[in-house]
Protein backbone atom coordinates (compact mmCIF):
# COMPACT_ATOMS: atom_id res chain seq x y z
CA UNK A 1 0.00 0.00 0.00
CA UNK A 2 1.39 3.17 -0.75
CA UNK A 3 1.29 6.20 1.80
CA UNK A 4 -1.96 8.32 1.50
CA UNK A 5 0.67 11.49 1.60
CA UNK A 6 2.78 10.53 -1.06
CA UNK A 7 -0.03 9.13 -2.92
CA UNK A 8 -1.98 12.93 -2.59
CA UNK A 9 1.62 14.03 -4.71
CA UNK A 10 2.18 11.11 -6.84
CA UNK A 11 0.66 12.37 -10.80
CA UNK A 12 0.38 10.58 -14.25
CA UNK A 13 3.07 11.39 -16.29
CA UNK A 14 1.08 11.79 -19.40
CA UNK A 15 -2.11 13.61 -18.14
CA UNK A 16 -0.89 15.29 -14.84
CA UNK A 17 -4.10 14.23 -12.96
CA UNK A 18 -4.16 12.62 -9.90
CA UNK A 19 -3.73 8.88 -9.15
CA UNK A 20 -5.42 6.25 -7.25
CA UNK A 21 -4.55 2.97 -5.77
CA UNK A 22 -6.37 -0.22 -6.76
CA UNK A 23 -4.60 -3.25 -5.33
CA UNK A 24 -1.13 -3.45 -7.01
CA UNK A 25 -1.77 -0.72 -9.65
CA UNK A 26 -1.77 3.10 -9.93
CA UNK A 27 -4.91 3.93 -12.18
CA UNK A 28 -5.74 7.34 -14.12
CA UNK A 29 -8.69 7.75 -15.45
CA UNK A 30 -7.88 10.72 -17.33
CA UNK A 31 -5.38 8.91 -19.23
CA UNK A 32 -6.63 5.73 -19.21
CA UNK A 33 -3.70 4.08 -17.82
CA UNK A 34 -3.13 1.74 -14.92
CA UNK A 35 0.73 1.61 -13.65
CA UNK A 36 2.48 -1.03 -11.44
CA UNK A 37 3.76 -0.85 -7.98
CA UNK A 38 6.69 -3.16 -7.95
CA UNK A 39 8.02 -4.14 -4.06
CA UNK A 40 5.97 -1.28 -2.84
CA UNK A 41 7.19 1.27 -5.41
CA UNK A 42 5.44 3.22 -8.25
CA UNK A 43 6.52 2.74 -11.74
CA UNK A 44 5.03 5.38 -13.41
CA UNK A 45 6.41 4.96 -17.18
CA UNK A 46 4.14 5.02 -19.81
CA UNK A 47 5.94 2.19 -21.16
CA UNK A 48 5.30 0.18 -18.69
CA UNK A 49 1.51 1.32 -17.90
CA UNK A 50 -0.96 -0.90 -19.23
CA UNK A 51 -4.06 0.30 -20.93
CA UNK A 52 -7.36 0.05 -19.03
CA UNK A 53 -10.29 -1.36 -20.80
Do not use: F, W
Request: charged share 30%; net charge negative.
Amino acid sequence: MIDEALLKLLVCPKSKAPLKQVGHELICETSGLAYPIEDGIPVLLEEEARKLD
